[in-house]
């Protein structure tokens, strides 16, 4: 799947915007990166792209291989039905779920979700309830019938929930972040296996750098609201403006 902007800009005071892209695609090259400095636009572009944020001007289409989707129309559970869906940077909820139920929630087909519709129901398919053990398990919850309780917890929970909804575009706004070193190398590498068998394609937004570079096959950098360069993780890396405006060199 691939998404398209055109002349995509928001702006919340009369003046400067804080996105600005006259023409971008992403998700040309299976597993993307989007870097750049604190502030740059970064989630308002993911937010703008699954419709979460209205856009001031301009328009997002969505490419599944047959049919070109215009998503300006849509509201944000229309474009999940469609298959492009949207880890949270920062995370809310999990309080009133255990880790069970809200895998279990997500699982739900859309337009059947409520609370208590998922808690009574026993008769959720038997190969879901498998891959929600087979996720419990490779992510060693200790408690998955208890509530999520650290931050990191929530926020792969947070990643799970994406995972079961199938999407066929995963955005993912800084999934790592808080996250223990073992726990990221396993979710990276689960998205690296849904990639590998093009069940799906991300894009993720990282501070890490290093994890940009040893995952993305391309890299966008986004400074002040504009796509200043893309490329290879090679290219970005020795580019002189990614330098100067990101890396402080
Ligand atoms: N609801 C809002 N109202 C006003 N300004 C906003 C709003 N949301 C975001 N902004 C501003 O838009 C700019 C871009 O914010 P955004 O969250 O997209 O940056 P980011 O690249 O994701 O940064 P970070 O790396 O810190 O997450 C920032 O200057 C921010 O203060
Ligand atoms: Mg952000």
Redesign the pocket.
């Known amino acids: 799947m691939k998404l398209h902007m055109q002349g995509l800009s ?1 702006s ?2 009369a003046g400067h915007p ?2 600005d892209v006259p023409e971008g695609t992403l998700g040309e090259y299976g597993l993307e990166g989007l870097i ?12 703008l792209l699954t419709r979460r ?1 209205a856009p001031s001007t301009g328009s997002v289409t969505l490419e599944d291989g047959k049919t070109t989707h215009r998503l300006n129309p849509l509201k944000s559970h229309d474009v999940a039905r469609l298959g492009l869906v949207k880890t949270n ?1 920062r995370i809310q909820g999990f309080e009133s779920l255990t880790i069970r139920d809200s895998l279990r929630l997500a699982a739900t087909p859309f337009g059947q979700e409520t609370y208590r519709g998922v808690l009574r129901d026993t008769t959720m398919d038997a190969a879901i309830e498998t891959e929600i053990d087979a996720y419990l398990a490779r992510f060693k919850f200790d408690d998955p019938d208890g509530f999520a309780k650290s931050g990191g917890e929530k926020k792969l929970l947070d990643i799970l929930r994406c995972m079961i909804l199938k999407p066929r575009m995963l955005l993912m ?2 999934p790592t972040a808080g996250l223990p070193d073992d726990v990221t190398q396993e979710v990276m590498k689960l998205v690296g296996e849904k990639v590998k068998a093009k069940e799906m394609t991300v894009v993720i ?1 990282e ?1 890490d750098l290093e994890l940009i570079w040893k995952h993305c096959k391309y890299v966008h950098f ?1 400074s002040e ?1 504009a796509i200043l360069f893309h490329g290879t993780p090679k290219d970005v890396k020795k580019n002189r403006v990614v330098a100067e405006k990101y890396m402080g060199i």
């Open positions: 928001k919340y005071h804080v996105l750049g400095p604190n502030g740059a636009g970064k989630s308002t572009m993911m937010g944020i940077q706004d800084e937004v501070h986004l609201g």
